[in-house]
């Protein structure tokens, strides 16, 4: 590992999050277990599932996930590129929600085909990362803002979902990759079928609030199921592996799943059903910002640096990579506020123009910003 941000001791333990450049990725090493406060209400998320209500009152104030220096650590990590960076990945051991139902002990020995969909409900799991919810948002948020990927384990559930603060796919993609060998498979089966998917979807995909009613749209989920290879102990429980391609020069990402009978050697080979998953680096900005931004145009670079701050509250709305052909619109903010937009060339990042009092606008922002180094 990296060397750590912070050599500060964690409750007698020595940190390892930090940060690791290597082939134009910067990747985000955190530990998402270490910090974070316990569960409040004894072992009641041991019980099983529960009819779904009320939740917020679990997000009581003062608790943590992330804690304080991992989320200075991710805010210093997400404004700060280097030279050759194009994309931002963190790697932590859990998703940032809570996207498994109850269990079933028979499910055990028997896992159901893949047409069956049987009767579960919400599981409310403090050991999740869906837990504290403050906590999660600001996590999600940080990532948001420099369009990173998550990707994760450690749930044992091979899943692919979009994260939502505010509202549904307004924040970045994760890839949980199932574990290689499930002592306790996991499932998703929730009991209202999710929204805004295409016609003919499974129930388990689409927009849900998951067991702590946090916004997640699942894209793909790898239930266990028979799958008559041998030992059925063993690969019938959902095994398998996540596999992200990433093209720099063309800036998209492609995510799959594989189970772990199939040979990827064969020529019929295919990942599991719904993958694989391919999208654009800028959609991890996520969807719903609908107030414009002025063009920005320059024409000596072929690579900028855009960073853009809220005024009114000093937060960093994002901090983007564009690759120039003379102009580029900028990407959609959230609020209507004035902006402070900062510019800088990777061929010297530290040769920044600033421009102060931007307005966002709810229409086309006509408006033109002449970048000169």
């Known amino acids: 590992l990296p060397d750590t941000y912070s050599t500060v ?38 019980k099983g599932g529960y009819e779904k209500k009320e939740v ?27 030279k050759d960076t194009w994309q931002k990945i963190a790697l932590s051991q859990t998703i940032f929600s809570q996207l498994t139902t109850t269990p079933d002990k028979r499910d055990k020995k028997h896992p159901l085909p893949l047409d069956v969909y049987p009767e ?27 369009t990173a990927l998550h990707l994760c384990g450690d749930q044992h559930l091979g899943i692919t979902a979009q994260y939502g603060v505010d509202g549904w796919r307004d924040a970045s ?11 306790y498979p ?8 999710g929204q805004n998917m295409y016609k003919g979807s499974a129930k388990n995909l689409g ?18 199921y028979p799958t008559g290879v041998e030992p059925a102990s063993w690969f019938d429980k959902g095994v398998g592996y996540g596999i992200a391609t990433l093209d720099p020069t063309a800036k998209k990402i492609s995510l799959a799943i594989w189970a772990l009978h199939e040979n990827p050697n064969d020529t019929d080979a295919k990942p599991c059903k719904g993958w694989p998953i391919r999208l654009h680096q800028s959609e991890n900005l996520g969807l719903n910002a609908k107030y414009f931004l002025p063009q920005i145009y320059e024409t000596s670079q072929d690579k900028l640096l855009i ?50 009092g931007i ?12 970048v000169s180094f």
């Open 9 to 46: 001791k964690t409750k007698g333990m020595d940190n390892y999050f930090g940060d690791l450049h290597w082939a134009g990725i910067s990747f985000a090493i955190l530990e998402d277990r270490k910090f974070k406060s316990a569960p409040i209400e004894n072992s009641e998320h041991l």
């Open 56 to 82: 917020d009152h679990l997000d009581q104030k003062g608790l943590k996930l992330l804690g304080e220096e991992q989320l200075s650590f991710l805010e210093d990590w997400s404004q700060n590129w280097q």
């Open 120 to 146: 579960r409900k919400w599981y409310k799991d403090f050991d999740s990362n869906g837990w504290p919810q403050t906590g999660r948002n600001k996590a999600v948020a940080l990532l948001r803002s420099c």
């Open 173 to 183: 993609y994760v890839m949980a990759s199932p574990a290689l060998s499930n002592v």
């Open 186 to 193: 996991r499932t998703w089966y929730p009991p209202t079928p």
């Open 207 to 224: 927009d849900f609030r998951d067991g702590f009613n946090n916004y997640v749209t699942v894209k793909a989920a790898y239930n266990q």
């Open 307 to 356: 960073q853009v701050i809220n005024e009114a509250n000093g937060v960093v709305e994002y901090t983007y990579p564009l690759s120039m052909k003379k102009a580029y619109t900028l990407p959609n903010v959230r609020k209507l506020s004035s902006y402070t937009i900062k510019v800088s060339s990777f061929e010297d990042l530290e040769n920044v123009v600033e421009f102060k």
């Open 359 to 370: 307005e966002a606008s709810p229409i086309k922002n006509e408006q033109v910003l002449q």
